[in-house]
């Protein structure tokens, strides 16, 4: 009789230790809350916020250079998110044996890579036109407005902006945007690296993507 209570109570202990080994699973999930969901969204919020700074900025002169409106930068970032948000519904599979999830987390983590690149780009374009406008000479001739950086200096380079009702946007508004898109930049830049680094670090496959529908409740997931 001993002998049967005991298997009975060892077959109790090792249902309840089935019962809970989906732990592990459970914290792999937790993880897929977080990225690469929450990165792909900073990613889209940054990439729109650039993008309309950039539009406010064409706004104000049709004659500003594409290097000063970066909305190129912006556009391509929204593009790296909504990457982020397609490999976030792909189901996860380990070791990557499926070529579309491994294509996938491949242009991500290059897009995000080149994210970074364009960033330091921008900011570098955006550091260099905020100091020049910030020592601009400016006066209003007709409609355009046109600025110099010594206004003493008869061979002094010149810059006409188009368009331009008052010179105080030049100097002031203009100014600003550049000044927010080295911030906003930076932002980028960061996250970008944060997401490139975690695709190289765990190799493209310890996080967790999706939902993973019909999985047995105690399969375990390990880092490779």
């Known amino acids: 009789m001993g002998q049967g209570q005991k298997g009975s109570s060892d077959k109790k202990e090792g249902k309840k230790k089935r019962d809970e080994s989906p732990a592990p699973e459970d914290g792999n999930k937790c993880r897929g809350c977080r990225f690469p969901l929450l990165v792909a969204l900073l990613q889209l919020l940054l990439g729109v916020a650039v993008t309309a700074v950039a539009f406010l900025m064409l706004a104000i002169s049709p004659s500003l250079l594409t290097r000063e409106t970066p909305h190129w930068a912006g556009i391509i970032l929204c593009l790296v998110s909504i990457l982020g948000f397609i490999l976030y519904c792909i189901t996860y599979v380990p070791d990557e044996r499926t070529s579309m999830q491994f294509i996938f987390k491949l242009l991500y983590f290059v897009l995000c890579t080149i994210g970074l690149v364009i960033s330091v780009l921008v900011m570098a374009f955006a550091g260099h ?62 996250v970008c690296a944060v997401g490139a680094f975690i695709m190289w670090k765990h190799r493209y496959q310890v996080f967790f993507a999706g939902l993973q529908i019909g999985s047995p409740s105690t399969q375990n997931w390990q880092k490779v």
């Open 129 to 190: 036109h905020y100091s020049q406008t910030n020592s601009f000479t400016c006066e209003q001739v007709g409609e355009d407005c046109v600025c110099k950086l010594d206004q003493d200096d008869p061979i002094a380079r010149t810059f006409t902006y188009e368009g331009v009702g008052d010179c105080e946007v030049i100097t002031g508004t203009l100014t600003l945007y550049f000044l927010i898109q080295i911030i906003l930049n930076l932002a980028q830049a960061l």
